[in-house]
């Protein structure tokens, strides 16, 4: 499911799909229609240089471009007050797959990240067992893989919302979660919390500017940990009203609209609040929702306006949290003998 930054293919196989579909011609001998697509924001590593082999990143950045950016550039460096939570954050990445998401730790031994992650550029699932996770990648060299990575059980590790998505209305990326059980404990200070929030809570929590974003970005100092300052969480945006950007959705209710500045990489980042309490994630960023505007006649495409960034998507901690105990505590067969024990027993 990873798109290349800055790529127009998507939307070109998207338009085409609709010709073929025959959806144009719903709008009669001359109208206007909107489309919407999700751009995911994870990347293939190819695109910008060399595979993410241990102790060697990819330097070059002269293919990347923003995924979204909203007004000003607000991302720098992860200021010093956050530096300890920063280090629950880090690099999942598979070289085989040529593939690079965020993660954050959730538990010792487990990370969370956008589901997408986990399959290779086009959306066919990928090779479990090669992915990595790099808890503050810019500051040590620590590379841990997925339980169950020797006996070929690693898919037992992983709980998700769902692997293959739907990037064109009715979008669902509020299934576009996982949760990942590692090896070994690599977060020694544990995770996160996680605190489900209404979106009207989330909303009013950003008008007092407590809604921010810590990430890894392949445009912006490429392989830092970067911070984007107290972003909006809205539902209306650019004149575009919520009653036009709900039907693009799936469960609309359990996503989260925001105007965090992200690029290529950010997919699996957490949506992070400030509160009475500390720190918690409210939400895990999977992508940027885009609208374009088709001018029709006769069935005839006559004009493709800009496609436009309507704003990022992250699905609300709503949707994961009661997972992160159940895999915690989740008895995982561990060899091929239980595994097929079992299947017989289930098949019996």
């Not at 965020?102 to 010792?108: E, H, I, K, L």
């Not at 299934?175 to 977060?187: E, F, G, K, P, T």
């Not at 436009?308 to 609300?316: F, H, L, M, R, S």
């Amino acid at each position: 499911m990873s798109l290349k930054t800055g790529s127009t293919r998507p939307w070109r196989r998207f338009l085409g799909e609709l010709r073929r579909q025959r959806w144009l011609r719903a709008a009669g001998s001359a109208g206007a229609i909107a489309v919407a697509l999700l751009m995911l924001a994870a990347n293939e590593t190819a695109s910008a240089g060399p595979g993410l082999s241990p102790g060697s990143m990819p330097a070059s950045q002269s293919m990347i471009r923003p995924i979204a950016v909203f007004g000003t550039d607000d991302r720098t460096a992860v200021p010093r007050r956050y530096q300890a939570i920063a280090e629950r954050i880090g690099l999942f990445f598979s070289n085989p797959a040529r593939t690079v998401c965020t993660a954050f730790c959730v538990a010792p031994n487990i990370v969370a990240t956008a589901a997408h992650c986990l399959a290779q550029p086009g959306g066919a699932p990928a090779r479990v067992a090669d992915f990595m996770f790099a808890r503050g990648y810019d500051k040590r060299r620590e590379f841990t893989r997925i339980e169950g990575f020797t006996t070929g059980s690693t898919s037992q590790s992983i709980m998700s919302g769902q692997f293959h998505h739907r990037v064109k209305p009715p979008i669902d990326a509020t299934h576009d979660w996982a949760l990942v059980r590692l090896s070994r404990n690599a977060c020694p200070d544990g995770g996160f919390a996680v605190t489900p929030k209404t979106v009207d809570e989330l909303m009013t929590a950003a008008r007092y500017k407590r809604i921010f974003q810590i990430s890894y970005h392949r445009d912006w100092t490429q392989w830092r940990a970067a911070y984007s300052a107290p972003c909006q969480v809205q539902r209306n945006f650019n004149g575009i009203s919520w009653s036009t950007i709900e039907p693009d959705f799936m469960d609309a209710d359990k996503m989260i609209l925001h105007q965090c500045d992200t690029g290529g990489a950010s997919s699996g980042s957490p949506i992070l609040m400030e509160g009475a309490g500390g720190i918690s994630v409210v939400g895990i960023n999977v992508g940027t929702y885009v609208q374009a505007k088709i001018l029709t006649d006769k069935g005839k495409v006559t004009l493709r306006e800009r496609a436009e960034t309507v704003a990022n998507t992250a699905v609300n901690a709503i949707a994961f949290a009661d997972g992160i105990e159940q895999l915690r505590k989740a008895a995982i067969l561990a060899s091929g003998k239980p595994i097929r024990d079992l299947q017989l027993r289930l098949a019996a």
